[in-house]
């Protein structure tokens, strides 16, 4: 398996190439830098004397982003990783994001895990891919196929992120999906900018991306890669219902909820979470479904003597790895252990309880605005 | 292919005739991202079509009657269709 580069050259790509024949490896197919200005096209064109599958393309005019790109994109007839002259991609960050393209066929587009940090630490514990509501990235490796099928980008956006959202909703269309390899990591020289809003035509064509985006962000499943290279430099931190002075979940990696769960909607807040979600009390509680469903969806559930954590193994058909005793000394060691290896059946669980527990939601809200009578 | 680092007229010779040979590749590949941007643009610009505009009066009143007949008179509805089943068989066991 091999996949070619697209790059849209800047003033730094020449410098960039060298670095990314060393990390590409085997898997690298043909570099196509696209050229604005003729200096930087000359400057590349001597660095083909060492890599002979260079190809270097002159745009008679001075030509967007979006439409250097599509240059390089129809010009192939591998997969295509899409780069950004800022970004280093780490050793076998191709190769791995190329397997994952390939470990199905409704995969349309593979973006690796952005840090610096996490090429520093060894990421086999965690879940290989996660879903994402888009491909927008400095990074991306698109599916040949899928350019064959609906093109490359529109010509009509001229922001990059736009172009990359419409491309990434119209491969959704046909039945595909975005994912990110979280064993690939990349670097970037500069730091990102901040993704702007949605507007316009991208609207008007996918009036449901907002929605989308915002609810793919909801849950553990897409925060186990950065809360498993933060809880690198530090030990996890945890926090309960209510985080200590307002401080956003997004700051700790471990939710510890200790009191039982009442209704739909608290647990729906507590899977909503960006935390790994460990239970505590179980005994207190006085809905069975609603602990079943909470259980299934923890990554680590605590009890309180070893009877208990029997009978709850057997009761609720817990995988028995995944219940605790309590101990003072203990929780730490549990902590750690649900954000070095997250269990991926229960985060997968706890995606589709949640998504399941907004759709009865929003049902009943659709139910309640009826006119009755009807 | 690397560049020898030897230098010989003839090496010279050969390198500036590669070089050639890269450029013309290259422009061969412009000519052709160039087409394919073209067929991209024409596959862009492909809408899709307006949602047809709603029945006209007729066929709602006509569909009206016909569910109307059909509730009202729900026998002779059934004996008119097996009536006409019965006699299209018949026209065509004629030889």
């Given amino acids: ?374 | 292919m690397g560049d020898a680092t030897t230098s010989c007229k003839e090496c010279e010779q050969l390198r500036a005739e590669i070089r050639k040979v890269r450029e013309e590749r290259d422009a061969a590949l412009l000519s052709v991202a160039r087409e394919r941007e073209r067929t991209n643009a024409v596959l862009m610009s492909q809408v899709a079509p307006a949602s047809p505009p709603p029945k006209p009066i007729r066929y709602w009143a006509v569909d009206l009657l016909n569910s109307g007949v059909k509730k009202a008179l729900p026998l002779p509805h059934a004996g008119v269709r097996a009536a006409a089943q019965l006699l299209r068989r018949f026209r065509k066991e004629e030889p």
Wanted: with cysteine; proline share 6%; glycine share 6%.
């Fill in chain 1, 1 to 374: 398996m091999k996949a070619d580069v697209v790059v849209a050259a800047g003033d730094n790509t020449h410098s960039w190439i060298d670095a990314v024949y060393r990390s590409g490896g085997a898997p690298l197919g043909r570099v196509v830098a696209v050229c604005n200005a003729p200096e930087e096209a000359a400057l590349l064109r001597e660095l083909q004397g060492r890599h002979a599958e260079l190809v270097v393309l002159l745009n008679e005019t001075r030509l967007g982003r979006v439409a250097s790109w599509n240059r390089g994109l129809l010009l192939g007839e591998r997969d295509v990783l899409l780069l950004d002259d800022e970004v280093v991609l780490a050793e076998g960050c191709l190769e791995e994001m190329l397997e994952v393209l390939h470990g199905s066929d409704r995969i349309a587009s593979v973006a690796p895990l952005p840090s610096v940090a996490a090429s520093k630490v060894d990421l086999a514990s965690i879940p290989r891919l996660t879903e994402v509501p888009s491909m927008r990235g400095p990074c991306v490796l698109l599916r040949r196929v899928l350019l064959n099928m609906i093109g490359a980008f529109d010509p009509a956006f001229q922001r990059t992120d736009e172009a990359q959202d419409d491309w990434a909703m119209r491969a959704q269309r046909m039945g595909t999906r975005h994912v990110r390899a979280n064993r690939a990591v990349v670097g970037r020289r500069a730091s990102a900018p901040a993704a702007p809003a949605h507007a316009g035509l991208l609207l008007a064509r996918h009036p449901h991306l907002p929605e989308q985006a915002s609810a793919a962000l909801l849950g553990a499943e897409p925060h186990a890669a950065p809360h498993f290279v933060a809880s690198r430099s530090a030990p996890p931190r945890v926090c309960t219902a209510a985080p200590p002075d307002g401080e956003p979940r997004e700051h700790f990696q471990v939710l510890y909820h200790s009191a039982p769960i009442d209704d739909a909607g608290q647990l729906l807040a507590l899977l909503e979470s960006p935390c790994h979600l460990v239970l505590g009390q179980t005994g207190t509680y006085r809905k069975r479904a609603l602990l079943f469903a909470a259980a299934h969806s923890a990554q680590a559930v605590i009890t309180a003597s070893e009877q208990e954590r029997a009978a709850l193994i057997a009761d609720l058909a817990l995988q028995p790895a995944r219940v605790e005793v309590e101990s003072e000394a203990g929780l730490t060691s549990v902590f750690r252990k649900v954000v070095d290896h997250p269990c991926e059946e229960s985060l997968r669980h706890r995606a589709l309880l949640a998504n399941f527990l907004r759709s009865l939601g929003q049902a009943d809200h659709r139910l309640a605005e009826a006119p009755r009578g009807r």
